[in-house]
C-alpha cells in the first residue's frame, strides 16, 4: 500500500527546543515536499526535494531545515521553534516532474508555547 | 505569479442538494493541472478531482464534477447529492506541469457544512 507516514501526529514544546518531523514514503518518489497550513492562508510550500541531496527553499523557509540523504526519508527540523511555527504541517510526495497527484502524510499539528 | 482564490470562506447545504464551490486562478503557463482536495476532520488531504488544462472536457468523478472555464480561469466545484460526509475543507489548487518544481499553488479553503 503506497504510503506517506508522518511522525508525531502531534506535538506541543516549548521554544527553542529543536525538533524534527520526520516523513517517510514507500513508493520511491523523487519529489518530496513540506508545507504548512494555517487559518485563512492554506497550504503553503515550506521546501521541497527534487531528489537524494536537492533541496532548495519554497515560499516560506524562515526557521526551517531539511536534509534528504536517501530517497525515502524528507525530515523537517525546527533548529529554535518559535510559537509561530504553530502550524499544521504536512508532507507530500510524487513522481519528479509529473501529472500525477501528490500524496499526502496524515499532518502533525505541532504547537509551539 | 501564480495565484489560486476562493472567495467563499464558508458554505452550507441541505442533505441531497446540489452545491457550487468556486474557485478562480492565475497562471502564465500553458501547461497545468488543477485539483481539488477535500480535508475533512481527520485533517487528511483527499484529492477529489483533477483536471488538465489542455483538455476541454469537464472532469467528473461520481457526485463530484468541475466547471473549467480556461478562457476565464474558472475552476468550480460542483456537488450533487450532497452527503454529510461530504462536511469539510475543500482546496482549489494548481500546479504547472514541466515546471521547475512540482509546487502545488493552493486557495484559502472553502469550509462546506452538510446539514442534515
Known amino acids: 500500500e503506497a504510503q506517506v507516514t508522518q511522525n508525531p501526529r502531534y506535538l506541543i514544546t516549548v521554544t527553542g527546543k529543536k525538533l524534527t518531523v520526520t516523513c517517510s514514503q514507500n513508493m520511491n518518489h523523487e519529489y518530496m515536499s513540506w508545507y504548512r497550513q494555517d487559518p485563512g492562508l492554506g497550504l503553503r510550500q515550506i521546501y521541497y526535494?527534487?531528489?537524494?541531496?536537492?533541496?532548495d527553499k519554497g515560499d516560506v523557509p524562515e526557521g526551517y531545515k531539511v536534509s534528504r540523504k536517501e530517497k525515502r526519508n524528507f525530515p523537517l527540523i525546527l533548529e529554535s521553534p518559535s510559537p509561530n511555527q504553530t502550524s499544521l504541517y504536512f508532507c507530500?510526495?510524487?513522481?519528479?516532474?509529473?501529472?500525477?497527484?501528490?500524496?499526502f502524510g496524515d499532518g502533525t499539528r505541532l504547537s509551539i508555547l | 505569479a501564480q495565484t489560486v482564490t476562493q472567495s467563499q470562506p464558508e458554505m452550507s447545504v441541505q442533505e441531497a442538494e446540489t452545491v457550487t464551490l468556486s474557485c478562480t486562478y492565475d497562471?502564465?503557463?500553458?501547461?497545468?493541472?488543477l485539483f481539488w482536495y477535500k480535508q475533512p476532520p481527520s485533517r487528511q488531504m483527499i484529492l477529489v478531482i483533477r483536471?488538465?488544462?489542455?483538455?476541454?472536457q469537464n472532469a467528473t468523478e461520481n457526485r463530484f464534477s468541475v466547471n473549467f472555464q480556461k478562457a476565464a480561469k474558472s475552476f468550480s466545484l460542483k456537488i450533487s447529492d450532497s452527503q454529510l460526509g461530504d462536511t469539510a475543507m475543500y482546496f482549489c489548487a494548481s500546479l504547472n506541469y514541466g515546471g521547475a518544481t512540482n509546487k502545488l499553488i493552493f486557495g484559502t479553503g472553502t469550509l462546506l457544512a452538510v446539514q442534515p
Open positions: 526535494s527534487m531528489n537524494v541531496e536537492v533541496t
Open positions: 483536471q488538465e488544462a489542455y483538455k476541454q
Open positions: 497562471t502564465s503557463e500553458n501547461n497545468y493541472y
Open positions: 507530500a510526495t510524487s513522481p519528479l516532474l509529473s501529472n500525477q497527484p501528490q500524496h
